[in-house]
C-alpha cells in the first residue's frame, strides 16, 4: 500500500493530506475523502479509516482542516463548520482531478463529527460526492445540542464564551484555549474521562495538541446537519450502535434523507469505532462494500 502526501487549496490557504492507494496495480481505484471527529488530525480516526479503505480496495485521503494539524489557517485549533464543509468540498474537487484514482467515482466517509460536515458538503455540492459513509455519525440539530451540552443555559453559557471569545480574537487576534480533553477542567470541550483521546497508545497522538478554541462554540453548538438531510441526494450507508452517540440524531436524519439509504446498527460504544479492531473491521466491510458498488455512484 502506498501513501503520498498531497497538498491542495481553499480559501487562500494550503492543506496537506495522506493519499492511501491500494497495493498492486490494475485501473485507478475509486475513491474517497476522510473526515473524522470534531477537533481531530488526521493521523487519528481518519488515518485509520483511510489505511484501512485502502486495504480494501479504494484510494482514501485523510487531509488536516484548515487550522489544524500540518495544513495552514488560522485560527488554530478551532471547530468552524464552515470552514471545514469548504475544506471538505476542497478535498473532494482534488480527487475528482487526480490521475492516480477514478475521477468518476469520488465518495466521502465521515466519522462521528466529519459525518454531519460532509452531509452538508454533499448537499452544497452534490455533484462531488457520489456515495457517503457515515460511520458512528454525529449528527445533531437544536434539541439534541440541549440533550449533551446541559440544557438551555448549559448551551447559552458556552455560547457566551464562545463569542466573547471570538470578539477579543477579531479585536487582539489573541485565541482562548481549553483542553479538548480533560479529566480535570470543567471549562474543556470534552470534560471526562475519555481514554481513546488521553492515551498515547490510542487518540493522544504528537500531532493533536489536544485544545479547543473557545471562539468555536457557538458555530459549532448552532451547526444543524440534520436539518441538511433533505438535500443529501448521493447513496449513503450509515453505521452506528445504540450505544455510540446520539442514536436518535441518526434516526432523525434518516427521516429526512432526500436520497436512498441503507442503516446497520452494530454493537460498540463511540470509540469503539474509533479504534476497536473488531468494531472498525465491520464498520470498514460495510463502508467499503457500499462505496465499491457501482449502483451507488
Not at 445540542?145 to 438551555?152: I, K
Request: net charge neutral.
Amino acid at each position: 500500500m502506498a501513501v503520498r502526501q498531497v497538498e491542495f487549496r481553499c480559501g487562500g490557504e494550503t492543506l496537506v493530506g495522506d493519499l492511501h492507494l491500494p497495493p498492486g496495480s490494475g485501473p485507478p481505484p475509486p475513491a474517497v475523502v476522510v473526515a473524522g471527529s470534531w477537533t481531530t488530525v488526521k493521523e487519528q480516526m481518519a488515518g485509520r479509516y483511510a489505511r484501512g479503505l485502502a486495504r480494501r480496495g479504494i484510494a482514501a485521503l485523510a487531509f488536516d482542516f484548515r487550522g489544524h494539524g500540518a495544513s495552514a489557517g488560522a485560527p488554530r485549533d478551532a471547530e468552524l463548520p464552515d470552514r471545514k464543509v469548504a475544506d471538505l468540498i476542497a478535498a473532494a474537487g482534488f480527487l475528482r482531478r487526480c490521475s492516480l484514482v477514478d475521477s468518476g467515482r469520488v465518495g466521502g466517509v465521515g466519522v462521528c463529527a466529519g459525518a454531519g460536515y460532509l452531509a452538508v458538503a454533499a448537499t452544497a455540492e452534490p455533484a462531488l460526492f457520489g456515495s457517503l459513509a457515515l460511520v458512528a455519525p454525529w449528527l445533531h440539530d437544536a434539541d439534541l445540542v440541549g440533550e449533551v451540552y446541559g440544557g438551555a443555559a448549559g448551551v447559552a453559557e458556552r455560547i457566551r464564551r464562545g463569542e466573547a471569545a471570538a470578539a477579543e480574537f477579531a479585536r487582539t487576534g489573541a485565541v482562548r484555549y481549553v483542553p479538548a480533553v480533560s479529566t480535570t477542567d470543567p471549562a474543556a470541550a470534552m470534560p471526562g474521562p475519555f481514554r481513546y483521546y488521553l492515551d498515547p497508545a490510542r487518540g493522544a497522538v504528537p500531532q493533536w495538541p489536544n485544545r479547543f478554541a473557545e471562539l468555536s462554540w457557538a458555530p459549532w453548538l448552532r451547526f444543524d446537519p440534520v436539518s441538511a438531510a433533505s438535500g443529501v441526494t448521493a447513496p449513503v450507508v450509515l453505521v452506528h450502535s445504540e450505544d455510540a452517540a446520539l442514536p436518535g440524531g441518526v434516526r432523525k436524519f434518516l427521516a429526512r434523507l432526500g436520497g436512498p439509504a441503507a442503516v446497520h446498527w452494530l454493537t460498540g460504544t463511540q470509540f469503539d469505532f474509533y479504534d476497536d479492531e473488531t468494531t472498525v473491521a465491520a464498520a470498514l466491510d460495510l463502508a467499503a462494500a457500499h462505496l465499491a458498488d457501482r449502483s451507488t455512484q
